[in-house]
């Protein structure tokens, strides 16, 4: 049976070691494929916001360089109109916008085209020889400039503005077709990507059947081997329980016949011993040390041998039932034991075959031997209940408990047998700290005398 159950153990093992696996390899490929995705859908995101921010900061520095010639045309015009603290003011302004934009040439991104590199250099022509062209009416007398400076802005600076502005959008129209070209590659980036999903998906998925179609075939493996194994393991179970009773039968039987023999054959010498001994009782006083030792020696060897007796098989389950035997195993456990137990017995429970007294019996027994050895119990009680369908033996202490489902020993293990081969039920109700009760359940089917 131990073969049985390490081939059945390994089996599984391999099983589970083979699906682990192919589950981890499956995990690996998915997981190496989602960082990879990962990784480009970040380098596009990256791509097109650094694109983005670039080509907004470039566009709005052409729209403020567009505005400071505006700006300028403005304050020159203020220059040559205003007079005394106003006119100072709008000169002061002029002058450090002149230097602003003789400091600050337009930005050149690294993304931008040929074509476009040479329109800003040509847009930087056009700012700086606007600027020179301000700069000559700044630097007129005051009655020139009243004369003429109106007519300089109109014939001289206008144009050139114009000229500026065109140069400016036309910029303006190039960055916006290669805006164009670059959304359309990272439209295409996208559909790549898209692509490798659906291939990474569609592999996934292949491995997945194959795991599946793997997993169906080795499982059906599996339990074929399983059930064959099982069924011998069932076979072997059977057979050992059946020994286990014969076992359990004999060892009743040679209790009982070992109980009677102690009881009717070495008790009646005791007995006889012990009147032989009461009609020769002397009369002098040196032998009379001697008679009364042998005397108080013959009780206890008689009182020694009827209480094995009893703990091999009280008479009174034989001849009184059950209810009597526990009553009587009450009172001893009481008396020899510091724990103390109370028997209770509700209906005659009158009506069990030998085997069901003596397995009750035995369950009581070993519950509260239990009770004494390990629960260190100082109360408990025991008892019998009678209904139209069952006989409900119930044995509850007060001791420190256990685990239940996780200790279990061989005497629970014994208990449990000797009810399932009855047909009853054992439960064990326990926690830490909180005793232990142990309940017995068995059918009328099995209170039927044999």
């Not at 002029?94 to 602003?100: A, K, N, V």
């Amino acid at each position: 049976m131990e073969m049985l159950i390490m081939s059945f153990a390994l089996m599984r093992k391999r099983a589970s070691l083979v699906l682990a696996l192919m589950v981890l390899i499956q995990i690996a490929l998915l997981g190496v494929a989602l960082v990879f995705l990962i990784f480009k859908l970040q380098q596009i995101h990256a791509a097109v916001t650094e694109f983005g921010h670039e080509e907004d900061s470039f566009l709005r520095e052409l729209a403020d360089a567009e505005s400071d010639l505006y700006r300028t045309s403005l304050l020159l015009r203020d220059d040559l109109a205003l007079e005394g603290a106003e006119q100072l003011r709008a000169r002061q302004e002029l002058i450090d916008l002149f230097t602003q934009i003789s400091t600050h040439p337009v930005h050149r991104p690294t993304w931008i085209s040929a074509e476009m590199r040479q329109e800003l250099d040509t847009l930087d022509f056009l700012r700086r020889d606007y600027v020179e062209r301000a700069r000559i009416v700044t630097a007129w007398p005051e009655q020139r400039r009243k004369l003429l400076g109106i007519s300089y802005l109109s014939s001289q600076l206008a144009p050139a503005r114009e000229s500026f502005v065109a140069s400016e959008r036309k910029i303006g129209s190039l960055v916006r077709a290669q805006s164009d070209d670059h959304d359309r590659e990272m439209a295409e980036a996208i559909e790549r990507i898209e692509w490798l999903v659906v291939r990474t998906v569609a592999g996934a998925v292949a491995l997945t059947v194959a795991f599946a179609l793997f997993t169906i075939w080795r499982f059906r493996r599996y339990e074929n081997e399983r059930e064959s194994h099982l069924l011998r393991l069932e076979k072997a179970e059977g057979d050992l329980r059946t020994l286990s009773h014969r076992l359990v039968l004999s060892q009743e039987i040679e209790r009982k016949n070992l109980s009677r023999d102690l009881h009717d054959e070495v008790g009646q010498l005791l007995t006889a011993l012990r009147v032989q001994l009461g009609q020769i009782e002397p009369a002098e006083p040196s032998l009379k040390a001697n008679w009364t030792l042998a005397s108080h020696l013959a009780d206890k060897s008689l009182r020694s041998v009827r209480a094995m007796a009893r703990g091999l098989r009280p008479a009174m389950l034989d001849d009184l039932g059950l209810a009597p035997a526990l009553q009587w195993l009450g009172r001893e456990v009481s008396k020899t034991t510091p724990l103390n137990v109370e028997v209770q017995v509700e209906g005659a429970a009158a009506g069990l075959s030998e085997q069901a007294r003596t397995s009750l019996f035995r369950v009581a027994q070993e519950a509260l031997t239990n009770c004494v050895k390990h629960a260190s119990s100082a109360n408990a009680r025991v008892s019998l209940r009678e209904s139209a369908a069952e006989v409900v033996l119930t044995v509850q202490d007060d001791g420190k408990g256990f685990t239940a489902g996780v200790t279990s020993g061989i005497g629970l293990l014994g208990m449990r047998e000797r009810m399932e081969e009855l047909g009853g039920a054992l439960a064990v109700i326990a926690s830490p700290g909180n005793g232990t009760t142990i309940r017995a359940n068995l059918p009328k089917t099995a209170m039927e005398r044999k």
